[in-house]
């Protein structure tokens, strides 16, 4: 399995964490918890990419031409071009995400069902956020698309109206969100789930 260095990438794409964007005259132990919280966020960031964009971002942050990564993966200059772009894209959106783990994420859900919303609004919420697709999380729930966009909209309407009552609900609320901001570019993303397959 390859060892991504999401510093090398960061480093060659800039890709910076919006909310707290490393401010100059940082001193040296800022600079580091500033530079962990990046790689963290990073790193779970690349996992979710396509594998051949994740592919083509780590071979051009070692210095590889288009043209060179195109030899190696089979495809044109045009199409590395391409799939670079649209990485960077998706990192920078991806990133962004609130920081939440596996745990904060199922006790931030499980406070849904003491709030009264509708046991199934929260599941799909809930698989939303695990999928970052409608579409996805419409086939996991053997449910059409059409209902299941609108069950997001009334979950992201009760949500919105709950983080005045339970504030710990924000991050949740902000990732979801960033997710109905972007499904075009998070379409392909791998579900928080999925282990990456790579060679």
Known sequence: MRVFDPHLIADRWAVTLPEDAEP?????PGRAAWRASLRKRLT???????????????????GMLQVEIGECLGITQA???????????RLRILVAL?????????ETFATLQTLNMPPHIAAVLRDYWHTCNISATARRLGRSRVWTHKQVVLGMQGLRRMVGVRPELKPLVAG???????????????????????A
């Open 24 to 28: 100059d005259g940082l001193e040296d």
């Open 44 to 62: 779970r960031a690349l996992v979710r990419l396509p594998w051949i964009e994740a592919e083509v971002l780590h071979m051009h942050a070692q």
């Open 79 to 89: 199409a590395v071009s391409h799939r670079l772009g649209t990485a960077q894209a």
């Open 98 to 106: 609130p920081d939440l783990d596996a745990r904060q994420v199922a």
């Open 176 to 198: 979801l969100e960033v997710l109905r901001a972007n499904p075009a570019l998070l379409g392909n993303a791998r579900a928080r789930s999925e282990p990456a397959q790579r």
